[in-house]
């Protein structure tokens, strides 16, 4: 009775009353960074969100909030306003922050198309000075080069690439080792769990990098999966390769998708490959971040960009703890 009375003045005062793990929150079970993605709407907005985030993860990515579209529209013109919630949320509640992303092909502004080869180089250099700067000394991470390879493991196209040439990767490291010496700087990419063309190519550029004495402290390996194209086996091996280059690895974007409806048998095989992305990473000590590419089901770029799947996350939509939860923390 009283318990359900509880129950009810929670729900009158729009307290969340969300199941915490037995064990305890994901954050105290393990030595590694624990982190998701998050969006600030939601996380000013959403009660049950703010709070199963605040107890579970010590580490938060803004999910879009610090792209260069986001934070520069238009030249010269600054919308600051998500990242700083984010940044400001992170600090009050005692969260690291993952920065996310300072040199993609994606979610550019359009303005970039109009600058020519020498504009576009002072634009990026002036780009990684301001946002690394806005924040300097409160990113644990940066995200600086992000997805520049293809699946065959040549270079993509961008626009940085053909206008700035293969020097843009270093030169943005340089540029960001600058900006703010305190941050770790990332390289991030998909597709590069296993041993394959593509993370041979990473591979092979991060140990050109460390041997040209270019500051890259990181490799962000994003790992979203899909349960219909099996588990990427070779991940360990490969995230031991990449650790033997002298650089700490992230798990950057775990999310593990499924074909819908999920049904248990399913929902068990995406709580097993989690675990073993978890796995992967706690046998390499180098390996100092698990983060997943949003906690709940409500909130999740998948059923978007794949129609027919989704149901991604460790959190359903009411924020409940799926299998997968249980399974990384019993
Ligand atoms: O989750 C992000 C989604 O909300 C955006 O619409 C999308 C735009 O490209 O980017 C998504 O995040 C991506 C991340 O920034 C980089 N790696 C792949 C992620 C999923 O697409």
């Not at 709070?51 to 579970?56: D, G, H, I, P, Q």
Request: glycine residues 6%; hydrophobic residues 40%.
């Amino acid at each position: 009775m009283i318990a359900r009375l509880a129950v009810a003045v929670a729900a009158l005062l729009l307290v969340p009353v969300v199941p915490a793990s037995a064990a305890g929150p994901l954050k105290d079970i393990t030595s590694r960074y624990v982190g998701s993605a998050v969006a600030a709407q939601p996380l000013s907005s959403e009660a049950d969100y703010r709070s199963v985030l605040t107890r579970e993860f010590d580490s938060v990515t803004p999910e879009n909030e610090m792209k260069w579209a986001v934070v520069e529209p238009n030249r010269g013109q600054f919308n600051w306003s998500g990242a700083d919630a984010i940044v400001n949320y992170a600090r009050q509640n005692g969260k690291s922050v993952r920065g996310h992303t300072l040199v993609w092909h994606s979610q550019y502004p359009g303005w970039l198309n109009n600058l020519g080869s020498g504009e576009l180089r002072s634009v990026v250099q002036q780009h990684i000075n301001t946002e690394m700067g806005r924040y300097r000394g409160r990113i644990r991470a940066w995200d600086v080069v992000n997805e520049m390879f293809n699946e065959d493991g040549s270079r993509r196209q961008s626009i940085f690439q053909q206008r700035m040439g293969d020097s843009y990767v270093a030169d943005a490291f340089r540029w960001a080792r600058a900006a703010d010496p305190s941050a770790k700087l990332y390289i991030n990419d998909y597709n590069t769990e296993g041993i394959n063309a593509k993370s041979n190519a990473l591979y092979n550029l991060v140990r050109s990098l460390k041997q040209q004495g270019v500051p890259i402290d990181g490799v962000g390996i994003q790992t979203h999966l899909s349960t219909q194209y099996g588990f990427p086996t070779s991940l360990r091996q490969n995230i031991e390769r990449l650790a033997a280059l002298g650089v700490d690895i992230a798990i950057t974007e775990a999310d593990v998708r499924i074909p819908l409806p999920a049904d248990s048998n399913k929902l068990n095989t995406q709580a097993s490959y989690f675990r073993q992305i978890w796995d992967a990473c706690h046998a390499v000590p180098r390996c100092v971040e698990f983060t997943t590419w949003g906690f709940t089901d409500r909130h999740s770029w998948v059923p978007g960009t794949f129609p027919g799947e989704g149901a991604a996350c460790l959190y359903d939509t009411n924020l409940r703890p799926k299998p997968a939860y249980t399974r990384l923390n019993p």
